[in-house]
């Protein structure tokens, strides 16, 4: 099982509002918890950095940035992401989007709350009565009841609280379960350095990484970026116990350190699979049937990756779960053990 530890941790920031474009107080919260653990932290914008002894040995990376919302004028609440992003409108070329455009009716009724982002300070709370694309905007908009009064550029979380059952850890996991992973590495012994960023969902958290590589990296700068990885249904995130990448939409990954994932879950027993072979297979029988293909997945690491001219590579470990983007996405316990028995493997390498 999980340590107790752990599923502490895990309970404790998942509470904590981390809204995509206001994720301030939410790394107020991590340097607490980071520092109890033995990790030196430096805030950058965008960036909180925890480093050990030896801080060059692994890198891993995770985004902070959670789903929500924003006040966006009286009454009206718009998707962080997209205001984060400074986009006016939906394109359906990610896998976020192609999601969000089917899946307004899941947050019916889904209670929220308003918090001051620097602080976190508790504004008020309310519920979701209506979810919809907006034929003007091409938007995705929100009416809640509750929160009326509230100044346009409020950020809105959703309530979340950390759930187990039928060994499966359920809530809006993306990314405070990686977050806890590599926070919970300190706690462990880890000496290398955790990179925590914000704003990944709205695309920019790839920028705020590149900059500290700029000015502080050395000349090899491998690097793991973990997150979630989604997947239908409870039976197709449970086919594999991990997820590996040799590319995403942007770059190819590091070939060298994708091998050795793959090597430490052939050592370890686990089972994996490769993301980008998934979807291509998946796209091709869409594309037999006369159906769209879908996108093969945008990461941080290849946005960096294509961005850095080399400065930076690496590869991706994720966990597959389901309900990605909602309240209810949940991962696998299993899964998450052996992620972190990975993550404690290549921190030895």
């Not at 340097?31 to 890198?59: D, I």
């Not at 809640?144 to 550029?153: M, N, P, S, T």
């Not at 400065?311 to 991962?331: K, N, R």
Request: hydrophobic share 40%; with cysteine; charged share 20%.
């Amino acid at each position: 099982m999980l340590n107790s530890d752990f599923i502490d941790l895990l309970k404790t920031i998942i509470r904590q509002p981390s809204v995509v474009g206001a994720e301030h107080s939410f790394f107020r919260v991590l340097q607490r918890e980071l520092e109890e653990r033995g990790a030196h932290v430096t805030w950058y914008e965008g960036l909180l950095v925890a480093q050990g002894s030896k801080p060059f040995s692994t890198m891993f990376s995770a985004h902070i940035d959670r789903h929500g919302l924003v006040c966006t004028g009286p009454n009206e609440f718009q998707y962080a992401a997209f205001i984060a992003g400074n986009r006016t409108d939906l394109l359906n070329n990610s896998v976020s989007e192609e999601l969000m455009t089917k899946i307004t009716e899941r947050f019916q009724n889904e209670p929220v709350y308003a918090y001051e982002p620097w602080s976190g300070a508790y504004r008020g709370g309310g519920v979701i009565k209506n979810a919809y694309i907006c034929e003007f905007r091409n938007n995705l908009i929100f009416e809640i009841d509750g929160l009326e009064g509230l100044v346009a550029g409020t950020p809105v979380a959703f309530k979340d609280k950390l759930k187990i059952d039928d060994n499966r850890l359920t809530g809006q996991l993306d990314n405070v379960l990686c977050t806890a992973a590599l926070v919970h590495m300190f706690a462990n012994g880890f000496q290398g350095t955790a990179f925590f960023t914000a704003q990944e969902e709205a695309g920019k958290s790839w920028r705020y990484l590149l900059e500290w590589f700029r000015r502080f990296g050395g000349s090899t700068n491998r690097l793991f970026v973990v997150d979630t990885s989604p997947f239908p249904d409870v039976a197709a995130a449970n086919s594999q116990q991990l997820v590996l990448r040799y590319k995403d939409a942007n770059a190819s990954f590091n070939e060298e350190a994708t091998k050795m994932v793959e090597q430490l879950c052939i050592n370890e027993s686990i089972s994996y699979l490769f993301k980008d072979k998934y979807m291509e297979q998946t796209n091709a029988e869409l594309v037999a049937q006369g159906e769209e293909p879908k996108s093969i997945g945008s990461t941080e690491l290849g946005r960096i990756i294509a961005a850095s001219n080399g400065l930076v590579d690496g590869t991706t470990i994720q966990i597959p779960s389901t309900g990605y983007h909602t309240m209810q996405e949940s991962a696998a316990i299993e899964s998450v053990e052996k992620f972190l028995s990975v993550l404690t493997a290549l921190s030895k390498e």
